[in-house]
């Protein structure tokens, strides 16, 4: 069964940084590309990075260019999304997505709040 478990939210001031973790398992993590989405409050879910499946190539939205970065470790079936210099307006439910023979699973989500 393939699971998806983020971790990593919290509370945090603006202008700190977190680093979200998505522990995948029951499939071919390896194989993947991984995605992270972010959900704000009365928003609908956007895409915020992508990462191929080798971890050489990478894709940002452009509100997370130069301050975020998505990375993984297939040894450890782990994508993660270091998230720096946090705005307000980053506050959300973010989530790690694979798309899998057209399907996309989702993880829980873990919610970040950015503020003072």
């Known amino acids: 069964q393939m699971q998806l478990v983020e971790s990593g939210g919290g509370l945090v001031q603006p202008g700190g940084s977190l680093r979200h973790s998505c522990a995948a398992s029951?499939?071919?993590?390896?194989?993947?590309?991984m995605s992270w989405y972010q959900q704000a409050p009365g928003k609908e879910r956007e895409l915020v990075a992508t990462v191929t499946a080798a971890g050489t190539t990478t894709y940002y939205a452009d509100s997370a260019k130069d301050r975020f970065t998505i990375s993984r470790d297939n040894a450890k079936n782990t994508v993660y999304l270091q998230m720096n210099s946090l705005k307000p307006e980053d506050t959300a439910v973010y989530y790690c997505?694979?798309?899998?023979?057209?399907?996309?699973?989702w993880g829980t989500g873990t919610l970040v709040t950015v503020s003072s």
């Open positions: 029951g499939f071919t993590f390896s194989s993947y590309a």
């Open positions: 997505k694979l798309r899998k023979r057209g399907m996309d699973y």
